[in-house]
């Protein structure tokens, strides 16, 4: 009897789940399924900062996280003024865009028009520039040892390179096309390039928390980035957040709400333009990222969802968040992130050795890495000669912190007759050629 009217109990329950499930619209269940995912992550200290979901204009979703773990001053609330990094790059877009319509502009307009002297600047379009098909590196040749470069510094670097492929041929990500076309803004419009944009754009807009970052200005609200560093949380230094004199913008998430639902109606930029900003399936990304902050933006046509989120933690899995939200909104499967406990495997030297050797990024071919074995232990060795210790927890896969899914993947390529590396961090997954 006990045991029947048990069970009659856990039926009921489930029967009363269900209908309070059948009653949500498919808006709250979404939202429901959002802040579940957010609060798992941020119980995890994955996740500090503003996060918004839209579906065809209507927020649907609009939290503001912050982590157990948190120090006080990392701490945000949803009026935070957050650095969005390469988000910045949709706003340089619409401005090259918005000269575009005002004529001022081409898009097969060659390089070499706005800098004569430019090597290979007859060979490339600002619409090369625009969709990252230029041939031109990732990032100018040692930039980290300058602690501020201007413009001007940036394109004589710059004049400097040579480029990886036909303009034209291949998609390569590209920092320093982008932050060219801010010198194409500011050759091109009348007040200079940020003035341009304020005009055109925010002002219009009403984007009063947005503008380019620069230090020597005091934001209100504004929220500190801060990093994980040897298992501790700590403040990102000065000189990595405003290392570059242009291409780096502070936001709200409403600011990019506002942006997402103003700016691609057509009434501040003609529809055949707007087209130029979505990809081939009607999607709008981009995400930024630098130490200390994370941030994303997301627009679907088909799907008429936006997405947009802005974090002053670094050390978030923003690949994992990216997928997994773009799954919830979809009604696609996904996993509540989980506690991470990672454990090592014994691995024959014969084995370890098959991965030695020199590796350089596919993605940004100044960074290079040695893997060597001390101590009969593998050791990843960057460029810098900062050293980490690997652990494997299978064959061919290795990790440094057994709380991460980040670390360092082998895969064998019949072609080469190599394993190439791919590294793992904060969900991205990156290839690397083996060189040597």
Avoid: C
Avoid at 15 to 36: G, R, Y
Avoid at 118 to 137: E, M, Y
Avoid at 315 to 339: F, H, L, R
């Amino acid at each position: 009897m006990k045991i029947f009217f048990i069970t009659r109990i856990a039926a009921l329950l489930i029967f009363i789940h269900s209908f309070v499930q059948a009653q949500q619209s498919p808006a709250q269940l979404t939202s429901e399924k959002l802040n579940e995912y957010f609060s798992a992550l941020t119980s995890l200290n994955r996740f500090n900062g503003n996060v918004l979901v839209a579906h065809a204009g209507t927020s649907i979703f609009d939290r503001t996280y912050n982590m157990p773990a948190a120090p006080e001053e990392m701490k945000v609330t949803r009026d935070n003024r957050f650095i969005i990094a390469s988000v910045s790059k949709v706003f340089v877009k619409y401005g090259i865009l918005k000269l575009v319509e005002q004529k001022k502009i081409s898009l097969e307009d060659k390089l070499s028009k706005f800098f004569p002297d430019f090597p290979n600047g007859n060979r490339i379009t600002v619409n090369h520039l625009l969709h990252h098909q230029s041939g031109l590196p990732r990032e100018v040749k040692d930039y980290e040892k300058y602690k501020k470069i201007s413009g001007k510094q940036l394109i004589a670097m710059a004049k400097k390179e040579k480029l990886l492929f036909e303009p034209g041929t291949q998609t390569l990500y590209s920092n320093i096309g982008f932050l060219l076309l801010h010198a194409i803004i500011d050759i091109s419009s009348d007040n200079g390039y940020l003035r341009y944009i304020q005009d055109q754009i925010f002002t219009p807009m009403s984007l009063h928390a947005t503008t380019e970052y620069n230090d020597k200005e005091k934001y209100q609200n504004f929220a500190r980035g801060f990093t994980l560093d040897d298992g501790n949380i700590k403040r990102a230094p000065f000189v990595v957040i405003d290392r570059f004199e242009t291409g780096n913008y502070v936001s709200t998430i409403q600011d990019l709400f506002t942006f997402a639902e103003k700016g691609f109606t057509g009434k501040y930029l003609p529809e055949n333009l707007v087209r130029e900003l979505f990809d081939e399936n009607e999607i709008l990304a981009q995400a930024g990222g630098r130490p200390g902050y994370r941030a994303y933006f997301y627009k679907n046509k088909n799907t008429s969802y936006d997405f947009m989120m802005v974090s002053n933690y670094s050390d978030i899995p923003i690949q994992s968040i990216i997928d997994d939200v773009v799954n919830i909104m979809e009604g696609k499967p996904y996993e509540i992130p989980k506690k991470i406990e990672r454990k090592a495997v014994n691995l024959s030297l014969e084995k370890l050795k098959r991965f030695e050797g020199k590796y350089v990024l596919e993605a940004d071919n100044q960074q290079q890495y040695i893997l060597i074995l001390k101590n009969e232990k593998l050791i990843l060795k960057d460029k810098e000669g900062e050293t980490t210790e690997l652990f494997p927890d299978s064959e061919t896969s290795f990790f440094y912190d057994p709380a991460s899914k980040d670390g360092l993947e082998f895969k064998w390529d019949s072609k080469s007759g190599k394993y190439e590396l791919y590294i793992i961090s904060t969900g991205i997954s990156l290839k690397a050629k083996r060189i040597e």
